[in-house]
Protein backbone atom coordinates (compact mmCIF):
# COMPACT_ATOMS: atom_id res chain seq x y z
CA UNK A 1 0.00 0.00 0.00
CA UNK A 2 1.14 3.76 -0.84
CA UNK A 3 1.90 6.42 1.56
CA UNK A 4 -0.81 9.16 1.16
CA UNK A 5 1.49 11.73 -0.27
CA UNK A 6 2.72 8.75 -2.97
CA UNK A 7 -0.27 7.99 -3.48
CA UNK A 8 -1.53 11.96 -4.39
CA UNK A 9 1.45 12.19 -6.05
CA UNK A 10 0.55 8.36 -8.33
CA UNK A 11 -3.48 9.53 -8.32
CA UNK A 12 -2.37 12.69 -9.78
CA UNK A 13 0.21 11.14 -12.50
CA UNK A 14 -2.89 8.86 -13.33
CA UNK A 15 -5.11 11.92 -13.74
CA UNK A 16 -3.74 14.78 -15.76
CA UNK A 17 -5.95 17.99 -15.27
CA UNK A 18 -6.15 18.37 -18.86
CA UNK A 19 -7.74 15.10 -19.18
CA UNK A 20 -10.20 15.41 -16.32
CA UNK A 21 -11.26 18.50 -17.40
CA UNK A 22 -11.57 17.73 -20.96
CA UNK A 23 -14.10 14.57 -19.48
CA UNK A 24 -16.57 17.38 -18.37
CA UNK A 25 -16.12 20.40 -21.11
CA UNK A 26 -14.30 20.80 -24.82
CA UNK A 27 -11.02 22.17 -24.29
CA UNK A 28 -8.22 23.65 -26.78
CA UNK A 29 -4.56 24.64 -26.90
CA UNK A 30 -3.48 28.07 -26.33
CA UNK A 31 0.33 27.57 -25.94
CA UNK A 32 1.41 25.98 -23.13
CA UNK A 33 -1.92 25.72 -21.49
CA UNK A 34 -5.52 24.79 -22.32
CA UNK A 35 -8.41 27.34 -22.69
CA UNK A 36 -11.93 26.25 -21.76
CA UNK A 37 -15.55 27.48 -20.73
CA UNK A 38 -15.98 27.35 -17.25
CA UNK A 39 -17.97 24.51 -16.29
CA UNK A 40 -18.85 26.03 -12.78
CA UNK A 41 -20.99 29.72 -13.79
CA UNK A 42 -22.54 30.26 -17.47
CA UNK A 43 -20.32 32.42 -19.82
CA UNK A 44 -19.66 33.66 -23.69
CA UNK A 45 -16.89 33.63 -23.83
CA UNK A 46 -14.02 30.74 -22.15
CA UNK A 47 -12.23 32.30 -19.19
CA UNK A 48 -10.94 29.15 -17.60
CA UNK A 49 -7.13 28.18 -18.11
CA UNK A 50 -5.99 25.09 -17.01
CA UNK A 51 -1.58 24.93 -16.36
CA UNK A 52 -0.38 21.66 -16.94
CA UNK A 53 2.98 22.30 -15.80
CA UNK A 54 1.76 22.84 -12.36
CA UNK A 55 -1.78 20.62 -12.55
CA UNK A 56 -3.68 23.20 -11.59
CA UNK A 57 -6.69 25.36 -13.48
CA UNK A 58 -8.57 28.97 -12.61
CA UNK A 59 -11.19 30.98 -13.99
CA UNK A 60 -10.19 34.32 -14.49
CA UNK A 61 -14.34 34.74 -14.01
CA UNK A 62 -15.56 33.64 -11.04
CA UNK A 63 -12.51 32.31 -9.15
CA UNK A 64 -13.08 28.78 -8.96
CA UNK A 65 -9.54 26.63 -9.10
CA UNK A 66 -7.11 23.83 -7.62
CA UNK A 67 -6.07 21.09 -8.98
CA UNK A 68 -7.54 18.03 -10.60
CA UNK A 69 -9.38 17.03 -7.05
CA UNK A 70 -10.56 20.15 -6.43
CA UNK A 71 -12.11 19.70 -10.06
CA UNK A 72 -13.51 16.64 -9.42
CA UNK A 73 -15.04 17.77 -5.03
CA UNK A 74 -16.89 21.03 -6.91
CA UNK A 75 -18.43 19.29 -10.08
CA UNK A 76 -19.24 16.41 -8.71
CA UNK A 77 -20.61 17.86 -5.48
CA UNK A 78 -18.35 15.11 -3.42
CA UNK A 79 -15.82 15.68 -0.51
CA UNK A 80 -12.28 15.40 -0.13
CA UNK A 81 -11.99 11.54 0.07
CA UNK A 82 -14.96 10.91 -2.18
CA UNK A 83 -12.94 12.37 -5.02
CA UNK A 84 -10.06 10.56 -4.40
CA UNK A 85 -12.04 7.32 -4.44
CA UNK A 86 -13.67 8.42 -7.72
CA UNK A 87 -10.31 9.48 -9.51
CA UNK A 88 -8.39 5.71 -8.19
CA UNK A 89 -11.10 4.42 -9.44
CA UNK A 90 -10.96 5.74 -12.64
CA UNK A 91 -6.80 5.42 -12.78
CA UNK A 92 -7.48 1.54 -11.21
CA UNK A 93 -5.30 2.13 -8.28
CA UNK A 94 -5.77 1.11 -4.82
CA UNK A 95 -7.36 3.38 -1.72
CA UNK A 96 -5.31 4.00 1.01
CA UNK A 97 -7.01 5.34 4.58
CA UNK A 98 -7.42 8.95 4.64
CA UNK A 99 -8.17 11.35 7.20
CA UNK A 100 -10.62 13.88 6.85
CA UNK A 101 -13.91 14.72 8.70
CA UNK A 102 -14.73 11.53 9.86
CA UNK A 103 -17.71 12.32 11.57
CA UNK A 104 -19.21 13.83 8.49
CA UNK A 105 -17.77 11.05 6.39
CA UNK A 106 -19.49 8.41 8.44
CA UNK A 107 -22.76 9.65 8.02
CA UNK A 108 -22.42 10.17 4.03
CA UNK A 109 -21.66 6.62 4.14
CA UNK A 110 -24.84 6.16 6.39
CA UNK A 111 -27.27 7.72 4.53
CA UNK A 112 -26.07 6.57 0.96
CA UNK A 113 -26.93 2.76 2.87
CA UNK A 114 -30.23 4.05 4.49
CA UNK A 115 -31.30 5.38 1.00
CA UNK A 116 -30.46 1.71 -0.36
CA UNK A 117 -32.65 0.01 2.03
CA UNK A 118 -35.25 2.19 2.28
CA UNK A 119 -35.31 1.50 -1.83
CA UNK A 120 -35.50 -1.78 -1.29
CA UNK A 121 -38.08 -1.11 1.44
CA UNK A 122 -40.18 0.35 -1.08
CA UNK A 123 -39.93 -1.66 -3.72
CA UNK A 124 -40.79 -5.03 -1.90
CA UNK A 125 -43.59 -3.20 -0.67
CA UNK A 126 -44.57 -2.10 -4.17
CA UNK A 127 -44.39 -5.90 -5.90
CA UNK A 128 -44.93 -8.14 -2.46
CA UNK A 129 -46.88 -6.08 0.13
CA UNK A 130 -50.42 -6.21 0.80
CA UNK A 131 -51.70 -2.91 -0.42
CA UNK A 132 -51.67 -3.03 -4.19
CA UNK A 133 -52.51 0.61 -4.50
CA UNK A 134 -49.24 1.32 -5.97
CA UNK A 135 -48.86 -1.75 -8.31
CA UNK A 136 -52.30 -0.91 -9.59
CA UNK A 137 -51.11 2.45 -10.59
CA UNK A 138 -47.67 1.47 -12.56
CA UNK A 139 -50.08 -1.03 -14.20
CA UNK A 140 -52.64 1.58 -15.07
CA UNK A 141 -49.52 3.65 -16.46
CA UNK A 142 -48.93 1.35 -18.40
CA UNK A 143 -45.52 0.50 -16.81
CA UNK A 144 -44.05 -2.76 -17.18
CA UNK A 145 -42.65 -5.01 -14.03
CA UNK A 146 -39.47 -4.89 -16.21
CA UNK A 147 -39.36 -0.83 -16.29
CA UNK A 148 -40.44 -1.32 -12.28
CA UNK A 149 -37.53 -3.01 -11.94
CA UNK A 150 -35.36 -1.35 -14.01
CA UNK A 151 -36.04 2.31 -12.01
CA UNK A 152 -36.38 0.49 -8.68
CA UNK A 153 -40.08 1.96 -8.39
CA UNK A 154 -41.70 1.14 -4.34
CA UNK A 155 -44.38 1.88 -2.45
CA UNK A 156 -44.47 3.82 0.78
CA UNK A 157 -47.39 2.24 2.64
CA UNK A 158 -50.02 3.77 4.69
CA UNK A 159 -48.91 4.38 8.58
CA UNK A 160 -46.97 6.31 10.46
CA UNK A 161 -43.74 4.43 11.69
CA UNK A 162 -43.30 1.45 9.10
CA UNK A 163 -39.86 2.70 7.10
CA UNK A 164 -38.80 4.24 10.66
CA UNK A 165 -39.13 0.94 12.70
CA UNK A 166 -37.28 -0.55 9.99
CA UNK A 167 -34.33 1.70 9.76
CA UNK A 168 -34.53 1.61 13.41
CA UNK A 169 -34.11 -2.13 13.54
CA UNK A 170 -30.86 -2.03 11.59
CA UNK A 171 -29.17 -0.13 13.35
CA UNK A 172 -29.35 3.55 12.47
CA UNK A 173 -29.97 6.19 15.47
CA UNK A 174 -33.05 8.51 14.90
CA UNK A 175 -30.88 11.71 14.31
CA UNK A 176 -29.53 9.58 11.65
CA UNK A 177 -32.69 8.93 9.86
CA UNK A 178 -33.75 12.70 9.98
CA UNK A 179 -30.59 13.85 8.14
CA UNK A 180 -31.13 11.47 5.67
CA UNK A 181 -34.84 13.20 5.12
CA UNK A 182 -36.48 9.52 5.45
CA UNK A 183 -37.71 10.67 8.92
CA UNK A 184 -39.05 13.71 10.63
CA UNK A 185 -39.28 14.52 14.48
CA UNK A 186 -42.99 15.41 16.10
CA UNK A 187 -43.38 18.95 17.33
CA UNK A 188 -45.82 17.41 19.52
CA UNK A 189 -44.21 14.69 21.36
CA UNK A 190 -40.69 14.27 19.90
CA UNK A 191 -41.25 10.84 18.28
CA UNK A 192 -40.08 10.23 14.64
CA UNK A 193 -42.18 9.60 11.82
CA UNK A 194 -42.10 8.39 8.27
CA UNK A 195 -42.04 11.51 6.05
CA UNK A 196 -43.22 9.32 2.94
CA UNK A 197 -46.51 7.50 3.48
CA UNK A 198 -49.25 6.14 0.82
CA UNK A 199 -47.05 7.01 -2.17
CA UNK A 200 -45.52 5.95 -5.56
CA UNK A 201 -42.01 5.96 -5.06
CA UNK A 202 -39.35 6.85 -7.23
CA UNK A 203 -35.34 6.60 -6.47
CA UNK A 204 -33.13 9.25 -7.63
CA UNK A 205 -29.84 7.67 -8.28
CA UNK A 206 -26.86 9.86 -9.84
CA UNK A 207 -23.97 8.19 -12.21
CA UNK A 208 -22.52 6.37 -9.58
CA UNK A 209 -25.17 4.41 -8.85
CA UNK A 210 -25.76 5.54 -5.45
CA UNK A 211 -29.64 6.19 -4.63
CA UNK A 212 -29.36 9.81 -2.92
CA UNK A 213 -32.85 10.65 -2.60
CA UNK A 214 -36.76 10.25 -3.62
CA UNK A 215 -39.53 11.62 -5.06
CA UNK A 216 -43.11 10.52 -3.67
CA UNK A 217 -46.57 11.13 -5.16
CA UNK A 218 -49.96 10.23 -3.95
CA UNK A 219 -52.73 8.69 -5.73
CA UNK A 220 -55.48 10.44 -4.17
CA UNK A 221 -56.03 14.74 -4.06
CA UNK A 222 -54.12 14.76 -0.76
CA UNK A 223 -51.92 17.75 -1.44
CA UNK A 224 -48.78 18.11 -1.53
CA UNK A 225 -48.91 15.82 -4.73
CA UNK A 226 -45.66 15.13 -5.04
CA UNK A 227 -42.73 15.39 -1.92
CA UNK A 228 -39.18 15.41 -2.52
CA UNK A 229 -36.16 14.47 -0.83
CA UNK A 230 -35.16 18.38 1.24
CA UNK A 231 -31.01 18.71 0.38
CA UNK A 232 -29.01 16.21 2.33
CA UNK A 233 -25.67 15.92 3.06
CA UNK A 234 -25.56 14.09 -0.13
CA UNK A 235 -28.49 15.22 -2.40
CA UNK A 236 -29.23 18.87 -3.62
CA UNK A 237 -32.03 18.93 -6.04
CA UNK A 238 -30.49 21.89 -8.03
CA UNK A 239 -27.66 19.94 -8.88
CA UNK A 240 -29.44 16.26 -10.19
CA UNK A 241 -31.27 15.03 -12.78
CA UNK A 242 -33.82 12.25 -12.95
CA UNK A 243 -32.34 9.13 -14.63
CA UNK A 244 -29.24 10.94 -15.75
CA UNK A 245 -27.46 7.72 -14.61
CA UNK A 246 -29.16 6.13 -17.50
CA UNK A 247 -29.48 9.15 -19.99
CA UNK A 248 -25.46 9.62 -20.29
CA UNK A 249 -24.55 5.83 -21.40
CA UNK A 250 -26.49 6.35 -24.71
CA UNK A 251 -24.39 6.73 -27.70
CA UNK A 252 -26.45 9.77 -28.85
CA UNK A 253 -25.49 13.49 -27.74
CA UNK A 254 -29.02 14.47 -27.29
CA UNK A 255 -31.34 14.79 -24.62
CA UNK A 256 -34.80 14.83 -24.08
CA UNK A 257 -35.80 17.46 -20.73
CA UNK A 258 -39.12 16.58 -19.61
CA UNK A 259 -41.19 17.89 -16.60
CA UNK A 260 -41.83 15.06 -14.72
CA UNK A 261 -41.00 11.40 -13.39
CA UNK A 262 -43.20 9.49 -15.40
CA UNK A 263 -42.77 11.46 -18.63
CA UNK A 264 -38.98 9.73 -17.84
CA UNK A 265 -39.72 6.57 -17.69
CA UNK A 266 -42.57 6.14 -20.54
CA UNK A 267 -39.80 7.51 -22.38
CA UNK A 268 -37.22 5.16 -21.42
CA UNK A 269 -39.45 2.33 -21.46
CA UNK A 270 -40.65 2.98 -25.49
CA UNK A 271 -36.42 3.53 -26.24
CA UNK A 272 -35.68 6.71 -25.16
CA UNK A 273 -33.26 6.20 -22.86
CA UNK A 274 -31.69 9.70 -23.18
CA UNK A 275 -34.49 11.60 -21.58
CA UNK A 276 -34.22 13.14 -18.49
CA UNK A 277 -35.88 15.47 -15.59
CA UNK A 278 -35.22 17.93 -13.06
CA UNK A 279 -36.28 17.42 -9.31
CA UNK A 280 -39.55 19.16 -8.36
CA UNK A 281 -38.29 22.37 -9.66
CA UNK A 282 -37.78 24.31 -12.82
CA UNK A 283 -34.19 24.13 -14.59
CA UNK A 284 -30.99 25.41 -13.02
CA UNK A 285 -27.89 27.35 -14.49
CA UNK A 286 -26.12 24.16 -12.61
CA UNK A 287 -28.55 21.58 -14.11
CA UNK A 288 -28.03 23.29 -17.57
CA UNK A 289 -23.85 22.80 -17.15
CA UNK A 290 -24.37 19.74 -16.04
CA UNK A 291 -26.38 18.49 -19.41
CA UNK A 292 -23.56 20.50 -21.42
CA UNK A 293 -21.21 17.77 -19.98
CA UNK A 294 -23.11 14.83 -21.74
CA UNK A 295 -25.39 16.58 -24.18
CA UNK A 296 -24.95 18.79 -27.60
CA UNK A 297 -28.16 19.19 -28.03
CA UNK A 298 -31.50 18.79 -25.86
CA UNK A 299 -35.02 18.67 -27.42
CA UNK A 300 -37.20 20.33 -24.52
CA UNK A 301 -40.36 18.36 -23.70
CA UNK A 302 -42.56 20.02 -21.03
CA UNK A 303 -46.12 19.96 -20.82
CA UNK A 304 -48.67 21.96 -23.69
CA UNK A 305 -49.96 24.40 -20.86
CA UNK A 306 -48.57 28.00 -20.70
CA UNK A 307 -46.47 27.07 -17.91
CA UNK A 308 -44.92 24.18 -19.76
CA UNK A 309 -44.30 26.77 -22.28
CA UNK A 310 -42.86 29.52 -19.98
CA UNK A 311 -40.92 26.94 -18.27
CA UNK A 312 -39.33 26.04 -22.34
CA UNK A 313 -37.96 29.44 -22.23
CA UNK A 314 -36.14 29.51 -18.87
CA UNK A 315 -34.79 25.72 -20.23
CA UNK A 316 -33.78 27.48 -23.10
CA UNK A 317 -32.03 30.46 -21.89
CA UNK A 318 -30.10 28.46 -19.66
CA UNK A 319 -29.10 25.54 -22.01
CA UNK A 320 -28.08 28.24 -24.02
CA UNK A 321 -25.79 29.86 -21.74
CA UNK A 322 -24.03 26.38 -20.87
CA UNK A 323 -23.48 26.05 -24.86
CA UNK A 324 -25.93 23.42 -25.36
CA UNK A 325 -28.76 24.11 -28.78
CA UNK A 326 -32.23 23.51 -28.12
CA UNK A 327 -35.16 22.76 -30.00
CA UNK A 328 -38.62 22.43 -28.73
CA UNK A 329 -41.18 19.57 -28.96
CA UNK A 330 -45.11 20.86 -30.36
CA UNK A 331 -47.23 18.25 -29.11
CA UNK A 332 -51.07 18.08 -30.15
CA UNK A 333 -53.26 15.81 -28.42
CA UNK A 334 -51.77 15.32 -25.75
CA UNK A 335 -50.31 17.48 -22.64
CA UNK A 336 -47.31 15.86 -22.25
CA UNK A 337 -44.97 12.81 -23.57
CA UNK A 338 -46.14 10.02 -21.18
CA UNK A 339 -49.44 10.75 -23.01
CA UNK A 340 -48.71 11.20 -25.92
CA UNK A 341 -46.56 7.73 -26.03
CA UNK A 342 -49.81 5.84 -24.75
CA UNK A 343 -51.95 7.42 -27.16
CA UNK A 344 -50.25 7.43 -30.27
CA UNK A 345 -46.91 5.04 -29.61
CA UNK A 346 -43.58 5.48 -30.00
CA UNK A 347 -43.12 5.67 -33.76
CA UNK A 348 -45.57 9.01 -33.63
CA UNK A 349 -43.10 10.36 -31.18
CA UNK A 350 -40.19 9.79 -32.95
CA UNK A 351 -41.62 11.51 -35.71
CA UNK A 352 -42.62 14.65 -33.60
CA UNK A 353 -39.05 14.79 -32.03
CA UNK A 354 -37.55 14.70 -35.82
CA UNK A 355 -40.00 17.93 -36.57
CA UNK A 356 -39.19 19.52 -33.33
CA UNK A 357 -38.62 23.03 -33.78
CA UNK A 358 -35.33 25.90 -33.51
CA UNK A 359 -35.46 27.25 -29.80
CA UNK A 360 -35.69 30.59 -31.76
CA UNK A 361 -38.59 29.70 -34.24
CA UNK A 362 -40.49 28.61 -30.90
CA UNK A 363 -39.88 31.80 -28.55
CA UNK A 364 -40.17 33.66 -31.94
CA UNK A 365 -43.85 32.41 -32.26
CA UNK A 366 -44.28 32.73 -28.72
CA UNK A 367 -44.06 36.25 -28.74
CA UNK A 368 -46.80 36.52 -31.39
CA UNK A 369 -49.38 35.04 -28.79
CA UNK A 370 -52.28 37.36 -27.96
CA UNK A 371 -51.04 39.96 -30.57
CA UNK A 372 -53.33 41.29 -33.87
CA UNK A 373 -50.63 41.76 -36.23
CA UNK A 374 -53.29 43.60 -38.44
CA UNK A 375 -53.19 46.48 -36.39
CA UNK A 376 -50.33 49.28 -35.67
CA UNK A 377 -50.11 48.33 -31.96
CA UNK A 378 -49.95 44.84 -32.37
CA UNK A 379 -46.89 45.22 -34.50
CA UNK A 380 -45.04 47.30 -32.79
CA UNK A 381 -45.77 45.03 -29.54
CA UNK A 382 -44.31 42.27 -31.78
CA UNK A 383 -41.12 44.57 -32.28
CA UNK A 384 -40.64 44.85 -28.74
CA UNK A 385 -41.07 41.47 -28.04
CA UNK A 386 -39.13 40.04 -30.67
CA UNK A 387 -36.18 42.77 -30.09
CA UNK A 388 -34.40 40.88 -27.37
CA UNK A 389 -34.52 37.38 -29.11
CA UNK A 390 -33.12 38.74 -32.70
CA UNK A 391 -30.56 40.45 -30.18
CA UNK A 392 -28.76 37.51 -28.45
CA UNK A 393 -28.38 35.43 -32.05
CA UNK A 394 -24.94 35.42 -32.26
CA UNK A 395 -24.59 34.12 -36.03
CA UNK A 396 -24.91 37.37 -37.83
CA UNK A 397 -26.30 35.19 -41.12
CA UNK A 398 -28.65 33.71 -38.96
CA UNK A 399 -29.73 36.60 -37.49
CA UNK A 400 -30.42 37.78 -40.71
CA UNK A 401 -32.85 35.45 -42.07
CA UNK A 402 -35.15 36.06 -38.87
CA UNK A 403 -34.73 39.69 -38.68
CA UNK A 404 -36.18 39.19 -42.43
CA UNK A 405 -38.64 36.97 -41.05
CA UNK A 406 -40.21 39.52 -38.12
CA UNK A 407 -39.69 42.26 -40.80
CA UNK A 408 -41.60 41.18 -43.35
CA UNK A 409 -45.04 40.07 -40.32
CA UNK A 410 -44.25 43.65 -38.89
CA UNK A 411 -44.40 44.79 -42.34
CA UNK A 412 -41.52 46.84 -41.60
CA UNK A 413 -38.05 47.24 -44.05
CA UNK A 414 -35.72 44.64 -42.52
CA UNK A 415 -32.85 47.66 -42.76
CA UNK A 416 -34.90 49.37 -40.09
CA UNK A 417 -35.21 46.32 -37.82
CA UNK A 418 -31.63 45.59 -38.55
CA UNK A 419 -30.40 48.91 -37.53
CA UNK A 420 -32.71 48.91 -34.53
CA UNK A 421 -30.91 45.25 -33.22
CA UNK A 422 -27.86 46.57 -33.85
CA UNK A 423 -28.45 48.88 -32.00
CA UNK A 424 -29.56 46.64 -28.96
CA UNK A 425 -26.54 44.68 -29.31
CA UNK A 426 -24.16 47.34 -28.78
CA UNK A 427 -25.99 48.12 -25.70
CA UNK A 428 -25.85 44.99 -24.50
CA UNK A 429 -21.70 44.87 -25.09
CA UNK A 430 -21.04 47.97 -23.46
CA UNK A 431 -23.21 46.77 -20.57
CA UNK A 432 -21.66 43.66 -20.01
CA UNK A 433 -18.29 44.70 -20.17
CA UNK A 434 -19.09 47.23 -17.24
CA UNK A 435 -20.42 44.20 -15.56
CA UNK A 436 -17.64 42.15 -15.73
CA UNK A 437 -15.24 44.80 -15.09
CA UNK A 438 -17.35 44.92 -11.20
CA UNK A 439 -17.38 41.35 -10.52
CA UNK A 440 -13.58 41.19 -11.63
CA UNK A 441 -13.13 44.21 -9.05
CA UNK A 442 -15.84 42.72 -6.54
CA UNK A 443 -13.76 38.90 -6.60
CA UNK A 444 -10.33 41.18 -6.52
CA UNK A 445 -11.50 42.49 -3.16
CA UNK A 446 -12.77 39.32 -2.07
CA UNK A 447 -10.15 36.98 -3.17
CA UNK A 448 -7.71 39.75 -1.17
CA UNK A 449 -9.94 40.52 1.73
CA UNK A 450 -6.75 39.48 4.00
CA UNK A 451 -3.86 41.09 1.62
CA UNK A 452 -1.62 43.97 3.75
CA UNK A 453 -1.74 47.35 3.10
CA UNK A 454 0.88 47.54 0.75
CA UNK A 455 1.22 46.08 -2.63
CA UNK A 456 4.75 45.86 -2.73
CA UNK A 457 3.96 43.18 0.18
CA UNK A 458 1.40 41.69 -1.27
CA UNK A 459 3.49 41.48 -4.41
CA UNK A 460 6.37 39.68 -2.64
CA UNK A 461 4.20 37.08 -1.05
CA UNK A 462 2.68 36.10 -4.47
CA UNK A 463 5.87 35.02 -6.14
CA UNK A 464 7.38 33.74 -3.43
CA UNK A 465 4.58 31.17 -3.07
CA UNK A 466 4.33 30.92 -6.76
CA UNK A 467 7.96 30.07 -7.17
CA UNK A 468 7.84 27.54 -4.49
CA UNK A 469 5.15 25.74 -5.99
CA UNK A 470 6.65 25.70 -9.83
CA UNK A 471 10.05 25.12 -7.85
CA UNK A 472 9.84 22.85 -4.71
CA UNK A 473 13.25 21.09 -4.86
CA UNK A 474 14.39 24.88 -4.31
CA UNK A 475 12.37 25.08 -0.93
CA UNK A 476 14.53 24.45 1.19
CA UNK A 477 16.46 27.54 0.33
CA UNK A 478 13.71 29.61 -0.25
CA UNK A 479 13.13 28.73 3.89
CA UNK A 480 16.34 29.99 4.84
CA UNK A 481 15.94 33.55 3.29
CA UNK A 482 12.28 33.66 4.39
CA UNK A 483 10.21 31.71 7.11
CA UNK A 484 6.17 31.68 7.24
CA UNK A 485 6.36 34.06 10.11
CA UNK A 486 7.48 36.59 7.82
CA UNK A 487 4.76 37.05 5.74
CA UNK A 488 2.16 39.87 7.00
CA UNK A 489 -1.02 38.60 5.24
CA UNK A 490 -3.09 36.04 7.26
CA UNK A 491 -3.68 33.95 3.92
CA UNK A 492 -0.14 34.64 2.10
CA UNK A 493 0.96 33.33 5.86
CA UNK A 494 -1.48 30.78 5.94
CA UNK A 495 -0.70 28.68 2.45
CA UNK A 496 3.53 29.18 3.11
CA UNK A 497 3.17 27.21 6.09
CA UNK A 498 1.05 24.69 4.62
CA UNK A 499 3.88 24.51 2.15
CA UNK A 500 6.44 24.20 4.57
CA UNK A 501 4.73 21.70 6.29
CA UNK A 502 3.76 19.62 3.47
CA UNK A 503 7.72 19.82 2.28
CA UNK A 504 8.63 18.60 5.93
CA UNK A 505 6.93 15.71 5.92
CA UNK A 506 7.32 14.64 2.06
CA UNK A 507 9.90 14.02 -0.34
CA UNK A 508 7.95 15.33 -3.41
CA UNK A 509 5.56 18.37 -2.86
CA UNK A 510 2.27 18.63 -5.15
CA UNK A 511 -0.55 21.53 -5.02
CA UNK A 512 -2.71 17.97 -4.43
CA UNK A 513 -1.51 18.27 -0.78
CA UNK A 514 -2.85 21.31 -0.10
CA UNK A 515 -6.71 20.17 -0.04
CA UNK A 516 -6.34 18.73 2.96
CA UNK A 517 -5.36 21.88 4.36
CA UNK A 518 -7.68 24.69 2.66
CA UNK A 519 -11.13 24.40 1.18
CA UNK A 520 -11.90 24.46 -2.38
CA UNK A 521 -12.89 28.30 -2.51
CA UNK A 522 -9.70 28.86 -1.05
CA UNK A 523 -8.04 26.55 -3.23
CA UNK A 524 -9.18 28.93 -5.78
CA UNK A 525 -7.58 31.72 -4.54
CA UNK A 526 -4.35 29.50 -3.88
CA UNK A 527 -4.80 28.82 -8.15
CA UNK A 528 -5.47 32.25 -8.84
CA UNK A 529 -2.25 33.77 -6.75
CA UNK A 530 -0.65 31.26 -9.44
CA UNK A 531 -2.18 32.30 -12.69
CA UNK A 532 -1.98 35.48 -12.37
CA UNK A 533 1.54 35.64 -11.90
CA UNK A 534 2.04 32.12 -14.50
CA UNK A 535 3.87 34.65 -16.62
CA UNK A 536 6.11 36.39 -14.45
CA UNK A 537 9.75 35.59 -14.39
CA UNK A 538 10.40 34.43 -11.27
CA UNK A 539 14.16 33.44 -10.06
CA UNK A 540 16.31 32.69 -7.09
CA UNK A 541 17.48 36.82 -7.82
CA UNK A 542 13.45 37.92 -7.48
CA UNK A 543 13.14 36.02 -4.39
CA UNK A 544 15.84 37.26 -2.49
CA UNK A 545 14.62 40.68 -3.28
CA UNK A 546 11.15 39.72 -2.27
CA UNK A 547 12.35 38.05 1.30
CA UNK A 548 14.81 41.49 1.67
CA UNK A 549 11.22 43.27 1.44
CA UNK A 550 9.36 41.20 3.89
CA UNK A 551 12.07 41.29 6.05
CA UNK A 552 12.19 45.25 6.41
CA UNK A 553 10.16 46.50 9.29
CA UNK A 554 7.54 48.33 8.72
CA UNK A 555 7.39 51.98 9.30
CA UNK A 556 5.02 52.30 12.22
CA UNK A 557 2.63 55.55 12.60
CA UNK A 558 3.83 58.64 13.45
CA UNK A 559 7.39 57.85 13.31
CA UNK A 560 9.88 59.40 11.41
CA UNK A 561 10.17 58.33 7.39
CA UNK A 562 13.22 59.57 5.12
CA UNK A 563 11.94 61.13 1.62
CA UNK A 564 12.75 57.96 0.07
CA UNK A 565 10.67 56.04 2.23
CA UNK A 566 7.83 58.42 1.80
CA UNK A 567 8.37 58.07 -2.11
CA UNK A 568 7.65 54.10 -1.83
CA UNK A 569 4.84 54.55 0.54
CA UNK A 570 3.47 57.15 -1.93
CA UNK A 571 3.86 54.50 -4.75
CA UNK A 572 2.74 51.54 -2.71
CA UNK A 573 -0.83 53.65 -2.03
CA UNK A 574 -1.11 54.50 -6.18
CA UNK A 575 -0.41 50.93 -7.00
CA UNK A 576 -3.14 49.59 -4.59
Not at 49 to 74: H, L, N, R, S, W
Not at 187 to 214: S, W
Not at 291 to 314: C, F, L, P, T, W
Request: net charge positive; hydrophobic share 35%; proline share 3%.
Amino acid sequence: MLRNDEFLDTLRNANPVENVIGNYVQIRKRGRNYLCSCPFHSEKTPSCTIFPETQTFYCFGCGAGGDVITFVMKIENLDFTEALKLLADRAGLEMPEFSGNPKKSQLKTKIYEMNRLSANFFYKYLVRGNDGTGRAYFSGRGISPQTVKKYGLGYAPDGWTNLVKYLQSEGYTDNEITSAWLGNTSQKNGDIYDIFRKRVMFPIIDVRKNVIGFGGRVLDDSKPKYINTADTLVFDKRNNLFSLNFARKTKDKKFILCEGYMDVIALNQAGFENAVATLGTAITPAQARIISHYADEVIIAYDSDSAGQNASRKAIQYLSDAGVRTRVLKMTGAKDPDEFIRKFGRDRFNILLNKSSDSINFMLDNCENSLDLETESGRVELIRRTSRILADIKSRPEREIYISRTAEKCRIPAETLRIHIDGIIRSSQKKQSVRQWNDTISYVIKSGKNHHTGSKITNAEEYIICYVIKRPEDFSDVLKMISPENFRTDFNKKVYSAIAECMKNNENFSVSMLNSFFSPEEMGIISGISARNYDVEIDMNVISECAETLLKPEIPAGADVSDEDLRNLFASKVNK
